[in-house]
């Protein structure tokens, strides 16, 4: 039941407005959750322990998705325990809420032995990532419930690749919290006010993601790093950036990266840097050094 982080390659936010991004599953970051019966209704988790009914805003979307869940499955009346062991960081952009909503989709279905498909899933989990974000477009679902590297379009679908690049990428977390929901509506409001502008950049944005996908197929890591750069100074532009996310990306590049960029909602999370596999340890501890918590992952 365990269910997997994502990054975002390239392509956040443009795909909101329908543009393509690819993003890929993050094995061995995950979350699994486990649930038993109760008495009443209760949930352990990072971010609370408690009665869920009581439970904080942030955790919304599991209440909401459980309760729906509860109903379709004709179990309403039963009660549960809930408990989530999660690796994922919280609200830093590699897809936290989608991952809790799914693995507790998924061990609902387990407990009742119900065959869930992965279809299904991904509805399921977007009416819970509709309470946690503003408008999704579904490729933190789609990701997180197929497991797969994905090209995604809201409007043209999905399809899903071999990433097979000999290369690492590092994650490293800001420490600053991610505000995707607050993200996404910064810049609907600068694109209500500036069209012309923002649609300019999301336009940019659409050609880094079809080239970034085409490149995938020949390992051009120098090339891909230059894109991933490029994506992040357009984000940067539509403001969705910070100081601390500039520096990051900075200090990466100056240190051999290929490439280094936000992934996810932006105003704080995590930075992916590209980079030979060889590199990758040497990358890790600078950054340790300067505090920040990283996790490597490896393509090979
Ligand atoms: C969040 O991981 C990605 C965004 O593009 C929002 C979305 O696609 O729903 C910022």
Redesign the pocket.
């Known amino acids: 039941m365990n269910v997997n982080a994502k990054i ?1 390659l390239c392509g ?2 443009a ?2 407005y329908n543009k393509p ?1 690819i993003a890929l599953p993050l094995k061995g970051l995950d979350i699994y959750c486990e649930i038993s019966n109760s008495e009443t209704n209760t949930i352990d988790c990072e971010l609370y322990k408690g009665s869920l009914d009581d439970c904080p805003n942030d955790l919304m979307n599991i209440k909401e998705i459980y309760y729906h869940c509860l109903k379709k499955l004709n179990k309403i009346n039963n009660k549960h325990h809930l408990k989530f062991i999660s690796k994922i960081p919280i609200a830093r ?1 590699l ?1 936290s809420s989608a991952a809790s909503s799914a693995s507790l989709i998924k061990a609902i279905y387990n407990f009742y032995d119900i065959k869930l498909e992965t279809e299904e899933l991904f509805n399921l989990c977007q009416i819970a990532e509709s309470i946690a ?1 503003y ?6 679902a789609r990701v997180i419930t197929t497991n797969k590297a994905l090209y995604f379009s809201k409007t043209l679908g999905f399809k899903s690749f071999d990433f097979n690049l000999k290369a690492g990428i590092l994650i490293i977390d800001s420490g600053i919290i991610g505000k ?1 929901k607050e ?2 509506l910064k810049l609907k409001k600068l694109k209500d006010a500036n069209p012309l502008k923002v649609n300019k950049i999301l336009d940019q944005i659409e050609m880094i993601s079809t080239k970034c996908y085409k490149l995938l197929k020949n390992s051009d890591l120098k090339a891909i790093g230059h894109l991933m750069n490029k994506n992040h100074s357009l984000l940067s532009e539509l403001d969705l950036s910070n100081e601390t996310l500039d520096n990051i990306c900075k200090i990466a590049n100056d240190n051999g990266a290929y490439g280094a960029k936000l992934t ?3 105003l704080g999370g995590c930075v992916i840097v590209l980079c030979e596999l060889a590199d990758l340890t040497n990358l890790k501890s600078l950054f340790e050094k300067l505090n920040y918590s990283c996790y490597e992952v490896r393509y090979d």
């Open positions: 975002i956040e936010h795909v909101v991004a952009g897809g974000h408008n999704p477009s579904g490729v933190d995707t993200a996404v996810g909602g932006g």
